[in-house]
C-alpha cells in the first residue's frame, strides 16, 4: 500500500455537529468565530475539503446549514445562525448527520476520507429516534471503514461519553467552556486536521484513533 505523503493528499469530508442547546448561549459568539478561524485556517492548507456544518437542540435536531460544499465555495458561519435554545438531542443529531452523510454522492466515492466532529456542552437528555447503542454501532462500523471521529465536550464527563458511543479515548477532549477555551479547542481540530490531510490515506488510517497524535493527552 503506497504512503507516500509527497503524493496529493486525498480529498476530506469535514462534517461538524455543533450543540445549539441554551446552554451554549455564555459562547455562542466564541463558538462562530473559532469555527471561522479553523475555516480560515484550513483555506490556507493544500489539498480538497467538503465542508458540512449542522446544528442541534430540541426544537430541530438537525439543521443543515452547509451540504459538503467544497471549503474554497464555503463562506464564513453568520452570527445569526447560531441562536442557542433548548435541550440536548445528542444520539438523534449524530445518527442524522451520519445518515445524511450516507446518503450523499460523497459517501459513495472510496477516494474521499472522512473526519466528523462533534462539538458538545453536556450530555444526551432529549434524543426520540436513535439511542446510544445505534449511534455506537453506526459509529463503530464507519471506525472500521477508515473514518475520523472526534468528540469535544465541556465536561470530564466527556471522555466516557465518548467511550460509551465508540470514539476512541484518543480522539476525545474536554474543553473549557469559555472564550478562550472555545477558541484553544478549535485551534487544535485545526492543527490536528492540517497534520492529517497531509498525511497519505494509509497514515490516516493507521492514526484514525489517534488524532492529535499525542496518545490521548489531557
Known amino acids: 500500500m503506497n504512503n507516500n505523503t ?9 462534517s461538524v455537529i455543533l450543540d445549539r442547546s441554551g446552554s451554549m448561549m455564555s459562547i455562542a459568539d466564541d463558538i462562530v468565530d473559532g469555527f471561522n478561524a479553523l475555516l480560515a485556517n484550513q483555506r490556507t492548507q493544500p489539498g480538497e475539503v467538503f465542508v458540512t456544518l449542522a446544528q442541534f437542540d430540541t426544537e430541530d435536531p438537525f439543521e443543515l446549514l452547509i451540504d459538503a460544499v467544497p471549503l474554497r465555495e ?3 458561519m453568520e452570527r445569526d445562525w447560531y441562536q442557542p435554545r433548548g435541550g440536548t438531542p445528542l444520539y438523534d443529531a449524530i445518527g442524522r448527520l451520519l445518515s445524511h452523510i450516507d446518503a450523499s454522492p460523497l ?11 462533534v462539538v458538545t456542552d453536556g450530555q444526551e437528555n432529549a434524543s426520540r429516534e436513535f439511542d446510544r447503542k445505534q449511534v455506537s454501532d453506526l459509529i463503530k462500523r464507519r471506525s472500521d471503514d477508515g473514518w475520523v471521529f472526534i468528540y469535544l465536550g465541556s465536561e470530564f464527563e466527556s471522555y466516557a461519553d465518548a467511550h460509551d458511543i465508540s470514539v476512541s479515548a484518543a480522539n476525545a477532549r ?9 477558541r484553544d479547542m ?13 498525511k497519505s490515506r494509509y497514515q490516516r488510517r493507521q492514526g484514525k484513533d489517534d488524532f492529535y497524535g499525542d496518545g490521548g493527552e489531557r
Open 6 to 14: 509527497n503524493s496529493t493528499p486525498a480529498p476530506v469530508t469535514l
Open 74 to 76: 464555503v463562506t464564513d
Open 107 to 117: 459517501a459513495s466515492k472510496d477516494t474521499i476520507d472522512h473526519v466528523v466532529v
Open 174 to 182: 474536554s474543553w473549557d467552556k469559555s472564550e478562550y477555551g472555545t
Open 186 to 198: 478549535m485551534d487544535k481540530v485545526s492543527s490536528s486536521l492540517t497534520s492529517h490531510r497531509r
